[in-house]
């Protein structure tokens, strides 16, 4: 049974940072990507980034260009994302999802998700 479970989520104030971990288990996958999405209350869920097993691409969504990076462990089977300059309207739970591929990832084509961590900014 795969699982993913998600780590570091907290409260910071506005300006901090955060780094939330995600551990894959239960499989072994040949090729795949592996990312976070967020959801804040009332809307949907929106890709965050994302990272390639095999050669280590990313993607990130344009609102966290330059204040985020993804970063993945592929002997742990974990991907990371380190949160800088962190704002109010980061305020979400984050889950991390796996997919096929890095293209499958930004089309929430997701194969598996965990149960998400909450990250709260205040201002």
């Known amino acids: 049974q795969v699982q993913l479970v998600e780590s570091g989520g907290g409260l910071v104030q506005a300006g901090g940072s955060l780094r939330l971990s995600c551990a894959l288990s239960g499989r072994t996958f040949s090729s795949y990507a592996m990312g976070w999405f967020r959801q804040a209350p009332g809307k949907e869920r929106e890709f965050v980034a994302a990272?390639?097993?095999?050669?280590?691409?990313?993607y990130f969504e344009d609102s966290v260009k330059g204040r985020f990076t993804i970063s993945s462990d592929n002997a742990k089977n974990a991907v990371y994302l380190q949160m800088n300059s962190l704002k109010p309207e980061d305020t979400a739970v984050y889950y991390c999802a796996l997919g096929a591929t890095m293209s499958s990832m930004t089309r929430r084509l997701i194969d598996y998700w965990g149960r998400g961590t909450q990250v709260t900014v205040s201002s």
């Open positions: 990272v390639s097993r095999n050669g280590g691409g990313t």
